[in-house]
C-alpha cells in the first residue's frame, strides 16, 4: 500500500508530530506499505526518521482551479501516487484537484473554529466538502459543525516505548534529588521569558529542567518528572493526559484555535488507546 500523509503548518512541529505518530503505529504493526509525509514545516529534521518530502506553501492563486495542476503540492502528489491519501488541516490546498484522485482519502481534524472550514475569497468562498473525502475522522474531542467520527488523539509513543524513569534520568544527566519539573516551551520562543518569570516561584521546590532542541520528541523522557509546565498545543495536552502526567498548562494565542478549549476538555477525557492504533485499524478497513 502506498500511504500520503499531507499536512500544514510552517512553524513549529505539531502537524509533523502527526504524520509521526501515524508512521510509527504503520511499523508498530508491521503494515506493508510506502509511507510519504509531505509537509511545508520549518523543522522538518525531527522526521528524517521516516520519508518526507517539504514543500513551499502556495496561496490560493497558485492553487486555483485554473493554476492548482501546476502547483508543486499537485506535481509532488500526482509523483507518489498514493493508494491513501490522508489530509490534516489544509483541506483547501488539494480542494481544487483531489477529486480527480482516484485513492481513498481521509481528512484528519484536531481542534479548530468552525471558521476553518470556510477561506472567503474575493470571487466567492471556499467551503469544505466532507463528501470529497471517504473518512473524515476528528483526532481530539470537540464540537464541530462538520459531522465526523472520532478517534482518540495520536501520539508519538505508545506507553510501553518510552524510556524508565532510570534510563531517562541517566540519559538527561540528572539525580533527581529534587522533584524534576519539564517546561516544555521549546517551540514559543516570544513566550519564553514571559512565562520563566511567572512559573519562577515552582523553583522552591522543584528543580527545573529544559530540554535542548535536538532533544527529540520530549515525551521519551517523561518519566523522568514529577511535573510537566507546557502550553496548550494538541501534541503538548494530550501526550500529558495518555503518560498521566501531572501538568500546568498555559495557553498560546492561536490563529485557528482555542487552547484553553483543548485544556478544559482534558480534566474529563481519559484515553488508554492511542488514536495512531486506532487510525491503522480504519486504513486496514477501507
Not at 481521509?106 to 470556510?118: C, E, Q, R, V, W
Not at 477561506?119 to 473525502?133: A, G, S
Not at 500529558?240 to 502526567?245: A, L, R
Request: with cysteine; aromatic share 14%.
Amino acid at each position: 500500500m502506498n500511504i500520503v500523509y499531507y499536512t500544514g503548518g510552517i512553524l513549529g512541529s505539531g502537524r509533523l508530530v502527526f504524520g509521526m505518530s501515524i508512521g510509527n503505529a504503520l511499523e508498530r504493526r508491521g503494515v506493508s506499505c510506502t509511507y510519504t509525509m509531505v509537509h511545508h514545516s520549518s523543522v522538518s529534521h525531527i522526521a528524517d526518521d521516516f520519508k518526507h518530502i517539504k514543500i513551499p506553501f502556495e496561496n490560493e492563486h497558485e492553487l486555483s482551479p485554473e493554476r492548482c495542476r501546476r502547483s508543486v503540492l499537485y506535481k509532488t502528489i500526482r509523483t507518489l501516487k498514493p493508494e491513501l491519501l490522508i489530509v490534516n488541516h489544509n483541506w483547501f490546498s488539494p480542494y481544487h484537484f483531489i477529486d480527480e484522485l482516484s485513492c481513498k482519502k481521509i481528512y484528519l481534524a484536531d481542534y479548530t473554529y468552525d471558521s476553518h472550514f470556510t477561506v472567503p475569497l474575493p470571487e466567492k468562498p471556499l467551503v469544505f466538502r466532507r463528501e470529497q473525502y471517504h473518512r473524515v475522522i476528528a483526532i481530539e474531542p470537540f464540537e464541530s459543525s462538520i459531522p465526523m467520527e472520532r478517534i482518540n488523539p495520536l501520539v508519538i509513543r505508545n506507553r510501553d516505548e518510552i524510556l524508565s524513569r532510570e534510563k531517562a534520568l541517566t540519559r538527561l544527566g540528572l539525580d533527581a534529588s529534587k522533584p524534576l519539573a519539564f517546561y516544555g516551551f521549546g517551540y514559543q520562543p516570544e513566550h519564553i521569558d514571559r512565562l520563566l518569570k511567572k512559573y519562577s516561584y515552582l523553583e522552591k521546590e522543584y528543580e527545573i529542567v529544559r530540554l535542548p532542541y535536538d532533544v527529540f520528541p520530549a515525551v521519551d523522557y517523561y518519566n523522568a518528572f514529577d511535573l510537566i509546565v507546557c502550553a496548550g498545543g494538541y501534541n503538548n495536552v494530550w501526550e500529558v493526559n495518555y503518560f498521566n502526567k501531572n501538568a500546568i498548562f498555559e495557553p498560546i494565542p492561536m490563529a485557528f484555535s482555542d487552547q484553553s478549549a483543548r485544556i478544559e476538555a482534558n480534566k474529563t477525557f481519559r484515553f488508554d488507546v492511542n488514536g495512531a492504533d486506532q487510525l491503522v485499524d480504519i486504513i486496514m478497513n477501507l
